[in-house]
């Protein structure tokens, strides 16, 4: 309750700082309104558009909060200026912690099982920047009783097919040392057969590694859980006929990182693309329909998420609290100007943004085909496309002195009232 109370005076004496700057003739509350609202607007600019205008905008981005900066030095306030920032950033930091302590703790159950006897490890050596190799992965795992079989060529290696072979050879566990799409094919055929899978976070991002409490750092440690682990039962995300284990995403995301340039320049592509997808001159027409409400027309942006994400993540590049609710976290961004640009700071109440719970995702298009983005790989899929859920049907093993990853919370004006008045925060939804 304490940090909410550090939270809501250090919010006022942020207020009183500008109060203070304002009286000696200077507005500075209405100056740092302004500089605010010209940063906002200019980012949405620069975002939406190119040429001429995106210029102007970066100027207008920058010169904002510089003008502000230098008439604070002009009329001798930027010693108030720096209090309220300061004063506003352990705010947001103590805010954030209280209604994250006030919220209860969200972990998956597990139970014991047996360790595996026959293991069967698919590992990929250029995945994460050659991390099989830097952890001596291989090695450590064949010590520990694992057959391990490498995706190197020559050709592209069909992984389901080769998790299909270990389960031939009698494996009674698969695991995966790559990124998360690949993770997500073998995840596929272990709850097919009903057997245990393991996670190596030998990926870029290994988002999923990371909801199931792994350390990203050290990949090796997952295979603690060969001699010395839980299981936990997880849902699976499913779309047409593929698995996905984080999320599914569409419009402007999908449409960037099926670009052939994506992959080399990453900054670039999603500038050069964005101003044409952001006002609806690229891409198809979105029809999104979720469950039984009424259908969502012409999403810019949408993701589809086994199991929601926290909220305020909208890219789907935060965490999940739970794997195991048996529902779709569904997220719609509709942004058509500066103003809707500008709200989506509010995160979860957001005009612009809907946020759903589902069994079932129905997205169609005004073309044949669109392109998805499926745990991080980009793919072009005909309409419509179904997104479901599979409740509890991934066994997961892991270490047993696994960290959980620590939550996070939205900085929310109305849970820190509750907190602090020693009321509980409003529950968490998708």
């Not at 990453?266 to 050069?272: A, D, H, I, P, V």
């Amino acid at each position: 309750m304490w940090l909410a109370w550090l939270a809501i005076l250090s919010a006022l004496a942020a207020v009183a700082a500008l109060v203070i700057g304002s009286r000696s003739g200077f507005g500075l509350i209405f100056a740092v309104l302004i500089a605010l609202v010209a940063v906002l607007a200019g980012t949405w600019w620069y975002l939406s558009h190119a040429g001429l205008v995106r210029l102007l905008a970066a100027v207008v981005v920058i010169a904002a909060p510089t003008a502000l900066i230098v008439a604070c030095i002009v009329r001798n306030r930027l010693g108030e200026l720096a209090a309220a920032v300061a004063l506003a950033a352990l705010s947001l930091s103590a805010g954030r912690a209280a209604i994250v302590s006030a919220r209860p703790p969200t972990r998956m159950p597990e139970r014991s099982t047996p360790p595996p006897r026959r293991p069967f490890l698919i590992m990929n050596p250029r995945s994460g920047g050659g991390k099989v190799g830097k952890f001596d992965l291989v090695a450590r795992a064949t010590a520990l009783g694992a057959h391990v079989e490498l995706l190197e060529g020559p050709g592209i290696v069909d992984v389901a097919e080769l998790a299909r072979q270990g389960m031939a050879g009698g494996a009674d566990l698969l695991g995966v040392a790559g990124g998360d799409g690949t993770q997500a094919l073998v995840a596929g055929i272990a709850a097919e057969n009903d057997i245990p899978f393991l996670v190596i976070s030998a990926g870029t991002r290994n988002h999923f590694a990371m909801d199931l409490g792994l350390d990203r750092e050290k990949p090796d440690a997952g295979l603690e859980a060969l001699t010395d682990g839980l299981e936990l039962c997880l849902d699976l995300g499913r779309i047409n006929d593929r698995t996905f284990v984080n999320n599914a995403s569409f419009g402007v995301y999908a449409e960037v990182v099926q670009s052939p340039a994506y992959r080399d320049d990453k900054r670039g592509t999603t500038l050069r693309m964005l101003p044409d997808l952001l006002n609806g001159r690229r891409g198809p027409r979105l029809v999104v329909r979720v469950d039984d409400l009424p259908p969502i027309e012409a999403p810019q942006a949408l993701l589809v998420s086994n199991n929601p994400y926290e909220a305020g993540d909208l890219a789907g590049l935060g965490r999940r609290a739970r794997i195991d609710a048996g529902s779709l976290g569904v997220i719609a961004v509709m942004v058509d100007s500066a103003a809707d640009a500008v709200e989506l700071l509010r995160g979860r109440k957001a005009s612009g943004v809907r946020r759903l719970l589902a069994h079932e995702v129905v997205v169609d298009a005004d073309v044949d085909e669109i392109p998805v983005g499926v745990d991080g790989e980009a793919l072009m899929l005909q309409t419509p496309v179904r997104c479901t859920i599979r409740p509890r049907v991934l066994r997961v093993r892991v270490p047993r002195n696994r960290v959980q990853a620590p939550a996070t919370a939205q900085y929310d004006v109305g849970d820190l009232l509750r907190v602090a008045l020693n009321r509980p925060p409003a529950a968490q939804s998708g």
